[in-house]
């Protein structure tokens, strides 16, 4: 049967005249596989990335729960390094998954350091094939793809690698 997004898409199309409803549905047909193939697959990574998320924020008192943000429709969490607590003022390390955007047409996951007067000279190195993001904002990227073609462990394995040092490589840019 159809997704429910796969049914959205044909009523929001043109509706075909009698003559040409055959022609008109097999070609939604295959729009649609391709539609819901994308949708089960940004699906899986949310999915993923929540639980990811909450391994790690399960790892260290601080964290703010995990969400979903608005604003860019990314699954994040945040963790102050104040003594208040207060992650909107001071430093802070926001973590998250987005769906792909400007920067990145294609999932990844990112960990930003707030609270730096200037972009470090020098980042300190990442694993698992990430990097770090310099254009319009500063963060460590692990894209889709390098998590997909991860040479050696698990997919898993190489996400908390990632997370857990890129956390780590924040806290020391932050706390210098």
Known sequence: GFSHFGVLDVLSSTTPRPSDRKPHWARHLADLAT?????????RWFANGNLVLRELTSSDRGWAEVRCWPHHFDLGTVI???SSGDASSGRSIGVGLSPGDTSYSEPYLYVNPYGLTDQPANQPPLESGAHWHTDGWFGAVLTATAIVVNPGGTQESAVLSFLHGAVDAARNLLTE
């Open 35 to 43: 539609k819901a193939g994308e949708k089960s697959g940004l699906a």
């Open 80 to 82: 102050s390094l104040e």
